[in-house]
């Protein structure tokens, strides 16, 4: 039986393979949702989903876009403003 | 619209929203660039041309066209190269620990090149003896 705390689903649920052969279920927190484009809403690429402890580990050049709206805007939304400040 | 001198701002990529210069023309696609971004080959897709075209030489050095943005008023930083310094090298702990662990073994080196050399001499003083 599990312990009482583990039977509530704020515990992601990972089946781990063991070095002897059995599965076993281990107990995770749950990750945070992935970053999104302030614009249009689509999942941005190359920035971590991870927990707050592990994002203070991560250099700053790994937890964004090395561009202008980097980690904020998709490269599309990024580019269509860029565009616009050019033709002002 | 892309030929050499014109004026464009960079989208995509780290130099974006930084002015370039279109300095030779290389393909359908593709053209070098230089002026506030680093020197180029760049994707015509990732370049938005503005209205102005640079007086610049086909093929121009990264000074010649520095000199034509300082007339347009605008500002290209040059990168800065530290001078280096000359590294002194560290001495290990560990290493002194190990060369002092080798000069034991050398002493007993010295011993046993002493040793038979005096072996030697011992011999040829008893071939000297019997020689007498």
């Not at chain 2, 560990?94 to 046993?112: L, Q, R």
């Amino acid at each position: 039986m599990t312990e009482p705390r583990f039977r509530s689903r704020t515990f992601a649920r990972v089946k781990k393979r063991l070095p002897g052969g059995e599965t076993k279920t281990h107990y995770v927190k749950r990750k945070p949702k992935v970053a999104k484009c302030g614009t249009c809403g689509t999942s941005l690429k190359g920035i971590p989903k991870e927990r707050p402890y592990k994002m203070k580990i991560l250099g700053k050049s790994k937890k964004t876009n090395e561009r202008p709206y980097g980690g904020n805007l998709c490269s599309k939304c990024a580019r269509a403003l860029i565009k616009k400040e050019a033709r002002l | 619209m892309y030929e050499t001198g014109r004026l464009c701002v960079k989208i995509a990529g780290r130099d974006a929203r930084q002015k370039c210069v279109i300095v030779e023309v290389l393909d359908d696609h593709f053209v070098m660039i230089d002026g506030q971004t680093r020197r180029r080959k760049c994707n015509i897709k990732h370049l938005e041309p503005l209205d102005k075209v640079l007086k610049i030489k086909k093929g121009a050095s990264h000074s010649e066209v520095a000199a034509a943005f300082k007339k347009e008023g605008f500002e290209v930083t040059e990168k800065k190269s530290k001078p280096k310094k000359e590294k002194t090298a560290k001495k290990r702990k560990s290493v002194e620990k190990g060369a002092a662990k080798k000069s034991i073994p050398k002493k007993e080196d010295s011993e046993k090149t002493t040793k038979p050399a005096k072996e030697t001499k011992k011999k040829t003083e008893s071939k000297d003896k019997k020689k007498k």
